[in-house]
């Protein structure tokens, strides 16, 4: 096995050291020997590429700037489609960048696309199989500002309304505090503390998904 050295501090995603990670996957592994529970975290830098909104309006401006021309210059329509396809270009390059790709997409659109990522990432992590429908889901999508908890029906069906969400809440005001780690660990001790009440360890608790912290590139 290969030695971990001072690379640890290095920043693996864009939120966690290497370091920061094995401590969520070291909470998980606390929280899983009191229940009888799965809890799984994960973290995505983004949540959808967003690669047509740039195209979307380089195209619509682009549509747009022949009509001026056209109609207040004698240009031959060569220059014209010319100057179309270059501010078509242009727009494409300036828009492209994340920052400004994210910029331009709706909030609710982002909500959206981030939520559906988390029920993919419940069902790709194989949480809806677990023995009692215990699984629970920490997820947070970097890009979008997004976070939330996915409680399978078991485990679900017995917290107060209300409770993920309070979880979440702690969740974000760490991550906006510069504190990502401090939030997952607390997150999950959290889920662990609801599971471990309604759903002790028995005689035999085979641990069925991996403790640790998924990071999706």
Same mark, same amino acid.
């Given at each position: 096995?290969?030695?971990?050295?001072?690379?640890?501090?290095?920043?693996?995603?864009?939120?966690?050291?290497?370091?920061?990670?094995?401590?969520?996957?070291?909470?998980?592994?606390?929280?899983?020997?009191?229940?009888?529970?799965?809890?799984?975290?994960?973290?995505?830098?983004?949540?959808?590429? !967003? /690669?047509?909104?740039?195209?979307?309006?380089?195209? =619509?401006?682009? *549509? $747009?700037? @022949?009509? &001026?021309?056209?109609?207040?210059?004698?240009?031959?329509?060569?220059?014209? !489609? /010319?100057?179309?396809?270059?501010?078509?270009?242009? =727009?494409?390059? *300036? $828009?492209? @960048?994340? &920052?400004?790709r994210l910029a331009l997409v709706p909030r609710t659109v982002k909500r959206e696309r981030a939520h559906r990522h988390?029920?993919e990432q419940f069902l790709a992590q194989n949480l809806h199989t677990t023995a009692g429908r215990t699984g629970v889901?920490?997820?947070?999508?970097?890009?979008?500002?997004?976070?939330?908890?996915?409680?399978?029906?078991?485990?679900?069906?017995?917290?107060?309304?209300?409770?993920?969400?309070?979880?979440?809440?702690?969740?974000?005001?760490?991550?906006?505090?510069?504190?990502?780690?401090?939030?997952?660990?607390?997150?999950?001790?959290?889920?662990?503390?609801?599971?471990?009440?309604?759903?002790?360890?028995?005689?035999?608790?085979?641990?069925?998904?991996?403790?640790?912290?998924?990071?999706?590139?």
């Open positions: 096995m290969q030695a971990r050295t001072s690379t640890d501090k290095r920043r693996s995603s864009a939120l966690f050291t290497l370091e920061e990670q094995d401590r969520i996957a070291a909470a998980i592994g606390d929280a899983e020997r009191a229940t009888a529970g799965e809890i799984v975290a994960v973290v995505a830098n983004e949540s959808a590429r !967003y /690669l047509h909104v740039p195209f979307m309006w380089a195209a =619509l401006v682009a *549509l $747009l700037v @022949p009509w &001026p021309l056209v109609y207040f210059t004698w240009w031959p329509v060569q220059w014209i !489609y /010319l100057i179309q396809l270059a501010t078509f270009l242009v =727009l494409l390059m *300036l $828009l492209m @960048p994340q &920052p400004v988390a029920i889901l920490i997820f947070v999508s970097v890009a979008e500002h997004y976070a939330e908890v996915l409680a399978d029906t078991g485990i679900d069906a017995k917290v107060p309304e209300g409770t993920w969400q309070e979880i979440v809440d702690r969740l974000t005001s760490r991550i906006s505090e510069g504190r990502p780690a401090d939030g997952f660990v607390e997150a999950i001790h959290a889920a662990g503390k609801h599971l471990s009440q309604h759903f002790p360890p028995g005689s035999h608790d085979p641990n069925e998904l991996p403790n640790k912290l998924i990071v999706l590139d």
